[in-house]
């Protein structure tokens, strides 16, 4: 089997447009995207990726998470696929490129494949996962979990969003709760490219990120109850006030964080007083906190501060205190082999290059539970990314698909 030559790339332009026309579905309010996973944006988003899917002659899978998988067939039928996959759901203000980036690639590498009239023994498959981002549903690659078998699918179908609605309820509304048992597919490998959503890449002058590792993460969710009370009226001596401790303990994430550098971060993206009226101290507070770090050894040191802190804040505050981990998972390594293939097609391309440790948690994160996988990185403008301003340059989103395009076909063996 011969490696594909230096010479073979994808069409920059045609990648780019797609992901300027998927980018028109579920417009944010500043120039990025409101796509959210299971709204009937997402369901928009999903047909025009199925058309374009379908133009290219691949086949259709939903599995009953309503994750998309895409074939091209292998001239092996019993060769196993490889999949190209990321996600089409985006942040409430999320970014262009965040997920489809990786989708749209790998609709590319086929699409340049058909150009170029390369047949490979194994199938390949273009995969949509659903809910990666967590954003509506929480946690985070959901769907890939329940495929991994992380959760189950119950567990996943009764997540509700803010609005009390659940996972499988909106999935059947839109439409797209497929058949397929979740987790049945058998994967030769898995690649997955996304932005780097962080600043190291750009810094670094570097057009590809070779991704060794994924951080690990722990999404802390904290219901503290205090005393509704009157804002006016209510003494400072009588009041059990559980927006104080919240806030204390936020404070508290920051230096645990700190205390654990390089390489570890924390913080609290979400919150929810209830009742949520501006003069009634809050009955309740709910928030998650989001610890990170690619050494398990910190991971688990800020975990255990954190709870141990937060139980002391809330004690001398007699607030009462609940914790729940609903999101975790430790460093990731990927696959050796994938990661030098990655590696040796930046170089065969030409393209410069750095090792990098993914900040952000992908669906590549379980997949490594299953299968074969790897990731490829692009640089992102100031490394912003869950901010409709997240950009990249046309270049860069060729580049990292041109590496792809090549350690797909060396992995999916190109036959003559
Ligand atoms: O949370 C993450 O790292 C990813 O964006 N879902
Ligand atoms: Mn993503
Ligand atoms: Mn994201």
Known sequence: MSAPGENLRING????????????????????????????????????????????????????????????????????????????????????????????????????????????????????????????????????????????????????????????????????????????????????????????????????????????????????????????????????????????IIEMVQSVAMDHQPGAVGGVGQMKFSPNSRNVLPGTVVFTVDIRSPELSKLDAMREQIESKAQEICSKLEVGFAMEAVGHFDPVAFDPTLVQRVRSAAEKLGYSHMDIISGAGHDACWMNRVAPSTMVMCPCVDGLSHNEAEEISKEWAAAGADVLFHAVLETAEIVE
């Open 13 to 248: 332009d045609r990648l780019w447009d797609s992901i300027m026309e998927m980018a028109q579905i579920g417009p944010g309010i500043a120039g990025g995207n409101n796509r959210q996973t299971l709204t009937d944006e997402d369901g928009e988003g999903r047909h025009l990726f199925k058309r374009w899917c379908d133009e290219a002659g691949l086949s259709m899978g939903v599995d009953q998470m309503g994750t998309m998988f895409m074939t091209r067939p292998g001239t092996d039928p019993d060769a196993l696929p490889v999949y190209v996959g990321s996600h089409l759901d985006t942040q409430p203000t999320g970014g262009k490129y965040d997920g489809v980036l990786g989708v749209l690639a790998g609709l590319e590498v086929v699409r340049s494949l058909d150009d170029l009239g390369i047949k490979t023994k194994h199938p390949i498959v273009v995969t949509n996962w659903a809910n990666e981002e967590g954003a509506r549903f929480a946690p985070a690659m959901l769907a890939s979990g329940v495929f991994a078998g992380i959760h189950t699918q119950d567990y996943a179908y009764n997540r509700k969003d803010q609005a009390g609605l659940t996972y499988g309820d909106e999935l059947a509304r839109i439409g797209w709760r497929g058949e397929e048992e979740v987790g049945a597919r058998k994967m030769h490998a898995y690649f997955e490219y996304h932005i780097e959503q962080g600043p190291i890449l750009e810094a670094e002058g570097k057009q590809i990120g070779v991704v060794t590792h994924g951080q690990g993460l722990w999404w802390l969710e904290f219901t503290l109850t205090g005393k509704e009370a009157h804002t006016g009226s209510t003494p400072m001596n009588m009041r059990v006030n559980a927006g104080l401790a919240a806030a204390r």
